[in-house]
């Protein structure tokens, strides 16, 4: 019985170790997933404005957590054009994505390394798949953090996790 006793308390205190161990992995998958889906949308936008040929705009809303993918009609001068303006907002209408209640938008960072001054970041994505660049962070409640780094020159979307 006595033996019975010991193994029971060792395989409870083993169990209350991987316990922890497995809720802190679980809290980090959220930001992971988050980040993936924050650079799939910015690969998104990149290929649409590649694709349609105008430019198109990932804007993040850094207080709401929310980022809007949309067609940069302004830019491109579809606004001008009767014709064209209605077709392309009926076929490229803006994508929104909100990020978890446990993962937010720390900073932005422009391609040069400045800190975005407003609550509204934007990343414009070319026709010739270049982009205005940056550094978008995210962080979850634990205060880990990751990097969403868009290339000036090329356009293209890393993840990485700190």
């Not at 929104?96 to 932005?108: G, Q, S």
């Amino acid at each position: 019985l006595i033996e019975l006793l010991v193994v029971l308390a060792l395989i409870s205190v083993f169990s209350a170790f991987v316990g922890v161990n497995v809720a802190g992995s679980l809290g980090n998958m959220g930001l992971k997933t988050a980040s993936k889906k924050v650079a799939a949308s910015l690969r998104y936008a990149r290929s649409r404005a590649i694709t349609e040929s105008i430019p198109y705009v990932a804007l993040l809303d850094l207080n709401q957590n929310r980022m809007t993918i949309k067609p940069d009609l302004v830019s491109s001068g579809s606004e001008k054009k009767s014709g064209d303006s209605a077709p392309n907002m009926k076929k490229s209408g803006a994508k929104h994505y909100d990020l978890p209640e446990d993962v937010k938008f720390k900073n932005a960072l422009t391609y040069d390394g400045a800190e975005s001054d407003s609550r509204f970041f934007a990343v414009v994505f070319m026709p010739n798949g270049c982009s205005s660049g940056g550094t978008i962070l995210l962080e979850n409640n634990r205060e880990r953090q990751s990097a969403v780094k868009i290339d000036f020159v090329t356009g293209t979307v890393r993840v990485e996790m700190s």
